[in-house]
C-alpha cells in the first residue's frame, strides 16, 4: 500500500523545494563556470576578482558571481587555471588607491598588501583609479565578455581585474607583423620583366 501525503506534507515539500530553487548558487559553482568559460575567453574579455561590496554592473556582457569564497581563494584559483590555458594570459591591474588605505579604517588591508606578492607571483602590476577600472569594464562589456567572481573580502579596493591577452601571440609579436606589413605596403612594386 502507498503512503498517502496529507496536504500538510505536500505544501512543506513543495515549499522546500521553491526554497532550495531560489538558494544562492553554492560557492563551487564559480568554479564549474570558470571551468566552462575560460575555453571560450580569449584576449580582451575580463575576469575581475572583486571585495563583496563592489557594484553590479550592468553592460550587457558583464556577468557577476557570487562565490562564498575568500579574495586570495579566488585569486590563487583563478591564475592557476590561466597559467594551466593554451590560448589566454592575463595582465593584471590593480586600484591605485589601495597603498593608501589605513590598516586602521579597513583591518587587514596591510596583511592583504603583503600577501599580494605571492599570490599575484611574476605577473607585474599595473596600478590604476578604481573608477578608471570600472569604466574599462563597462566599455568592453558592451562588446566583450567579463566575469566578475565577488569573495567574501570586506577591505575596499582590493579588487584584482584580469585582461585577457593571446597567450601565444603577444603585443611584440603584433607590433613586428603591423611593421613587416606596412613595410610591404610602402615598398615600391619591382618592375615587370618582358
Keep these: ?62 556577468e557577476t558571481l557570487e562565490t562564498g569564497a575568500t579574495q586570495q581563494e579566488v585569486v590563487r584559483d583563478v591564475l592557476q587555471s590561466l597559467a594551466a590555458s593554451t590560448h589566454v594570459a592575463p595582465d593584471v591591474f590593480m586600484d ?47 562588446t566583450f565578455h567579463v566575469l566578475i567572481l565577488k569573495t567574501t573580502m570586506t577591505i575596499p579596493y582590493t579588487s584584482v581585474f584580469l585582461r585577457l591577452g593571446c597567450k601565444y601571440w603577444n603585443d611584440a609579436d603584433e607590433k613586428e607583423l603591423r611593421k613587416a606589413m606596412s613595410q610591404r605596403k610602402a615598398a615600391p612594386a619591382s618592375p615587370k620583366k618582358e
Design 96 to 142: 591605485a588607491e589601495l597603498p593608501y588605505v589605513p590598516e586602521q579604517k579597513a583591518p587587514g588591508v596591510t596583511d592583504y598588501r603583503k600577501s599580494l606578492p605571492e599570490i599575484l607571483g611574476a605577473h607585474p602590476v599595473t596600478s590604476l583609479p578604481h573608477e578608471q577600472l570600472i569604466k574599462m569594464l563597462g566599455d568592453s562589456g558592451k
Design 1 to 62: 500500500m502507498t503512503p498517502t501525503r496529507t496536504p500538510h506534507a505536500t505544501i512543506l515539500l513543495t515549499l522546500a523545494f521553491l526554497a532550495i530553487s531560489f538558494l544562492p548558487a553554492q560557492a563551487a559553482d564559480w568554479r564549474t563556470t570558470l571551468k566552462q568559460e575560460l575555453p571560450l575567453l580569449g584576449h580582451r574579455n575580463w575576469i575581475v576578482i572583486v571585495d563583496s561590496a563592489y557594484p553590479l554592473q550592468s553592460s550587457p556582457g558583464v
